[in-house]
């Protein structure tokens, strides 16, 4: 796969303070890409450097082969952004609001309302297209900007936080129009976000810290790579599994007649517990989650910050 | 549809559906043509035509105002994130200037027209050809006064700031621009603030329309304020519609610039204010 957005030794000084320090990567074409990290990673910075809005201090960024420095106005035209902060007009109605986008994106006068028609069923909101944006919901004003950032058919689709502050069943649906997009228009998302387990539908993940890229993979691979598998076992007696996990050098918690303990992976645990499976009343076994991954890496629960 | 006719669009309905807007500017327009043509009527009795003289006054410093004012605009599309959503579009920065400057002037002419519509009603006389070369000064002025604002807008970030250094800059030059003040009258000291002064020329071309002074000689117009001899050098109304445009375009290419600078990191401050709310619209 082509990469589609190519950052090369990119940082970003405000004054002496270090936003984003010296990071290099690259986003393939038609893939789903996330940014994570604490606020205050840097994030943001690198975000709105590749939407234009913010000049770099030094490195080469490219989207779609061109430079976001140099070639601002076609780099514009690529790309669709939905910022973390609303950016509506509130006194427009929504489907208002994608016509002056079409305009300002230049859409075919012809394509104009079958585009808008199309983005808004996709975010369904369709039934809505009249209303004034200043009434509407947080999570209809969220859909009504995906909605937007899409109607002029951009290569790459920015999210930062798009579902921050959603109700659970809104942000599934966020999660299931961004799905939809990419397979129907195989176009590249480029987000970022505080939900760990949302980044799971991933294909890329970089989590940042400190302005510094500190991991840059597949959620499968740092899964992989910094977590192991749980395996939580209730016993009619615990002696015969404690004495076998003793043997191996495998460290255990005991809590009642249930042992708690964790392998690198979950093959491993197979063994064992096939050995005793006559003691075993049940059990349960925990694949790493990508929020230990980030506990793994940063020290940090991203839900703390 | 072209973006910067668009923006103007855009602006145009905001304007037109918050009622409030439109009402207010409309009294605050006839508010001042009854306040000046009656109580200053007396003050004037040495002219020809003493309400053409200070009606056309009136109108252009109501066309003054309320384009300054009109650029504040960008100042909620800033603290509502919409300004955002124009800068990272694939629009010439020279555009989004243009659209913006355009909105505050068809805006300010609209209220230009109205007040000299309700000013023939108090007795100003002008003719149809006259109505309409009012309307177009009315309309290129208010380009170079929206531009004006457009910048000092941009400058102050929010729209405390933007009420403070707007008034402080509209005071003075209002008062010597001759629109109430004859120009004649103005102490020595001051003249070089006239004659550096936008407001100066544009209302100086007005008069000359309004009171059809094309007939007097060039002693004439610089005897009653509509055209300024500086050491020798006479600047005829026309000129003087020059000048204007001249400046306009200063502040345009000033405006260009500042959005052209990538770290908009006013956005960010405007977005912080967002929690504390929206700076509330005229």
Redesign the interface.
């Known amino acids: 796969m082509n990469p589609i957005i190519q950052v090369k030794h990119f940082s970003k000084k405000y004054g002496d303070f270090t936003a984003v320090d010296d990071i290099s990567f690259t986003v393939d074409e038609g893939s789903i890409f996330a940014f994570l990290g604490p606020n205050g990673a840097g994030k943001s910075t690198t975000i709105n450097t590749l939407?234009?809005?913010?000049?770099k201090t030094e490195g080469a960024l490219t989207i779609n082969g061109h430079d976001v420095?140099r070639e601002?106005?076609?780099v514009?035209?690529d790309?669709g952004?939905v910022?973390q902060?609303?950016?509506?007009?509130?006194?427009?109605t929504v489907e208002?609001n994608l016509k002056?986008?079409c305009?300002?994106?230049?859409v075919p006068?012809n394509e104009v309302q079958e585009r808008i028609d199309f983005a808004l069923d996709l975010v369904e909101l369709t039934e809505w297209k009249r209303a004034v944006v200043g009434s509407l919901s947080g999570g209809m004003k969220r859909r009504a900007e995906i909605a937007?950032g899409l109607v002029h058919d951009p290569k790459v689709l920015f999210l930062d936080e798009p579902t921050t502050g959603l109700d659970p069943q809104t942000r599934a649906n966020v999660w299931e129009y961004i799905r939809r997009l990419q397979k129907q228009k195989n176009m590249t998302i480029f987000l970022t976000t505080h939900y760990m387990d949302e980044a799971e539908v991933c294909s890329k993940i970089v989590i940042m810290d400190h302005g510094k890229i500190v991991a840059h993979d597949t959620p499968e691979n740092l899964k992989h790579q910094y977590t192991g598998t749980e395996v939580d076992v209730v016993c009619t007696s615990t002696e015969p599994l404690e004495s076998a996990l003793q043997e191996r050098d495998i460290s255990y918690r005991k809590d009642g007649n249930k042992l708690v303990f964790h392998t690198k992976k979950a093959p491993a645990a197979l063994e064992i517990l096939s050995e005793h499976r006559e003691t075993i009343t049940d059990f349960e076994v925990k694949n790493g989650t990508l929020n230990e991954v980030f506990l793994a890496i940063t020290g940090k629960e991203i839900r703390e910050l | 549809?072209?973006?910067i006719?668009?923006i103007l669009?855009?602006n145009l309905?905001?304007y037109v559906?918050?009622k409030g807007r439109v009402l207010g500017a409309l009294f605050m327009s006839m508010f001042m043509l009854v306040m000046f043509s009656f109580l200053m009527k007396s003050s004037m009795s040495g002219l020809d035509a003493p309400m053409n003289y200070l009606i056309s006054g009136v109108i252009i410093m109501s066309v003054f105002q309320v384009s300054v004012n009109n650029s504040s605009d960008i100042l909620s599309?800033i603290s509502?994130?919409?300004?955002?959503?124009?800068?990272?579009?694939?629009?010439?920065r020279t555009q989004i200037s243009m659209g913006h400057i355009l909105s505050g002037a068809v805006i300010a002419t609209l209220q230009g027209v109205v007040t000299m519509i309700v000013g023939i009603v108090l007795g100003l006389r002008v003719n149809v050809l006259q109505i309409l070369l009012l309307a177009a000064v009315m309309m290129v002025s208010a380009m170079a006064f929206s531009a004006i604002g457009l910048f000092l807008a941009t400058v102050s970030r929010n729209s405390p700031a933007f009420q403070t250094i707007s008034s402080m800059i509209m005071m003075p030059l209002t008062f010597v621009s001759g629109a109430y003040i004859p120009t004649t009258i103005i102490p020595v000291f001051l003249l070089p603030i006239v004659y550096l002064n936008p407001l100066t020329y544009t209302t100086s071309i007005f008069r000359y329309i309004a009171l059809g002074a094309h007939t007097l000689t060039t002693e004439g117009l610089v005897e009653q304020g509509m055209a300024f001899s500086i050491g020798g050098f006479v600047i005829t109304p026309l000129m003087g519609l020059a000048i204007t445009v001249l400046i306009g375009s200063f502040f345009f290419v000033l405006c260009v610039r500042k959005f052209n600078r990538?770290?908009?990191s006013t956005?960010k401050v405007a977005?912080g204010m967002?929690g504390g709310g929206a700076p509330a619209r005229r």
């Open positions: 939407c234009t809005i913010l000049d420095a601002r106005s076609l514009r035209k790309i952004i910022f902060d609303s950016t509506l007009d509130s006194q427009m208002e002056y986008h305009s300002f994106y230049k006068k937007r | 549809m072209n973006p006719t668009a669009q855009r309905l905001n559906r918050s599309d509502s994130g919409y300004m955002k959503e124009v800068l990272v579009a694939p629009i010439a990538a770290d908009f956005i977005a967002r």
